[in-house]
């Protein structure tokens, strides 16, 4: 098992538990790109999910609520990223 996928299995059990820089290695590993910065949002996109998701963080990290909705969103494309 590559460290990309431990961090990814990581994730997706306890989103919550995982720091934004943590977060945004996962992303990019992923093949992910940040797309801009505007003021504290973070938007992220993806070639093949067209939709771009922002992610505020403050204080290096971000709410939980926000690492939830990735993971789902993550999850619900799992087929697509090849690890």
Not at 12 to 31: A, D, Q, V
Not at 61 to 81: M, Q
């Amino acid at each position: 098992m590559s460290s990309t996928e431990k961090l990814l299995n990581r994730f997706l059990k306890n989103p919550g538990s995982i720091k934004f820089k943590r977060i945004e290695t996962l992303l990019f590993r992923l093949r992910f790109e940040k797309s801009g910065i505007n003021g504290s949002h973070h938007k992220f996109s993806h070639t093949l999910i067209h939709k771009a998701y922002s992610i505020p963080v403050h204080g290096n990290d971000c709410k939980t609520i926000y690492k939830k909705k990735l993971a789902k969103l993550i999850s619900e494309n799992l087929n697509i990223f090849q690890l």
